[in-house]
């Protein structure tokens, strides 16, 4: 019994390989399918959906164990769920299924990827240099006076509606003023900044929580308002902790902590500032050092 259900299997298999050669676009097939399933299962591991879905494995496994042992009452019963099951999942995974649809559409997300970066605009280098030396000196004092803080920095997904949520400044990104804004008796300090081409848009944001559940306990409501930005959006956002004082910087649902300012300094550069272009590379030596000093002072 057990030889001729191998021997099944390798006809199918030796079948499956057979029609692949004959039409290759079976291979494009099941490449796209594989791409798919591993796409859903990144997007649910760290999520309250991931204990759903090893149910749902579960319940697959004792139907096909019911199909091989003849159990027919048993084949019914898991019949008769997995109708509704499809409906099922859609109840349980929707907050799932929105994230990822929100991510599938957003349209300058892919008009960055297909067109041209904003981010490799020249006329934002300079703006977005002198925020990342204001933001690293402002989260180095904040840190020292242990004062909360919660910076947003915009890249390619619009958050227009983030920052209708908050009190509009239209203002330069400079140490005193995020000094100011996050002092504890100031009326913005518990919100966060949302900064978008360098300059500083709005303040006292209100922001989505995540729903991760490895979150620490030494981390409160500023640490899971940055990780929920990081994982609607692709904006990069730097915390200072009230009671620790600890500087973190949020990225793609991954918070990364215990920076000092020169790696925080390095991070944001590579997130947010743009390449140089053909002409500032042609730039003799001693003029870009030049630049170097004058951004350092």
Not at 28 to 56: H, M, N, P, S, W
Not at 84 to 102: D, K, S
Not at 249 to 275: H, S, T, W, Y
Request: aromatic share 6%; proline share 3%.
């Amino acid at each position: 019994m057990a030889s001729l259900f191998e021997n099944d299997m390798l006809n199918k298999i030796w079948n499956n390989f057979q029609s692949i050669q004959q039409n290759p676009m079976n291979l494009v097939d099941i490449l796209l399918v594989a791409f798919v399933v591993y796409e859903i299962l990144v997007v649910i591991r760290k999520t309250r959906a991931a204990q759903l879905a090893k149910g749902a494995v579960v319940v697959l496994v004792v139907y096909g164990l019911a199909n091989l042992m003849n159990l027919r009452t048993v084949v019914w019963i898991m019949q008769s769920v997995l109708q509704i099951g499809f409906l099922a999942l859609i109840v349980l995974f929707q907050p799932e299924l929105r994230r990822a649809l929100e991510q599938m559409g957003r349209t300058d997300k892919w008009a960055a990827t297909l067109f041209k970066n904003r981010r490799d605009d020249p006329s934002l280098r300079a703006k977005w240099q002198n925020a990342c030396l204001a933001i690293c000196d402002a989260a180095e004092q904040l840190s020292d006076t242990r004062t909360g803080a919660l910076i947003v920095l915009e890249r390619n997904s619009n958050l227009s509606e983030i920052i209708r949520t908050g009190t509009p400044l239209n203002a330069d990104v400079n140490r005193e003023m995020l000094g100011t804004i996050f002092y504890e008796g100031t009326p913005l300090h518990d919100g966060a900044v949302v900064v978008r081409d360098g300059v500083l848009k709005a303040a006292g944001c209100v922001l989505p929580l995540s729903d991760n559940l490895e979150i620490g306990k030494d981390m409160g409501t500023r640490h899971r308002a940055a990780l929920g930005m990081s994982e609607n959006s692709d904006a990069v956002v730097v915390v200072v902790s009230e009671e620790t004082g600890i500087i973190s910087m949020a990225k793609n649902g991954v918070l990364i902590r215990r920076l000092d300012r020169q790696n925080l300094f390095n991070l944001l550069q590579e997130e947010l500032v743009p390449p140089e272009t053909a002409e500032n590379q042609k730039q003799p030596f001693w003029r870009k050092k030049h630049e170097k000093e004058q951004q350092r002072q």
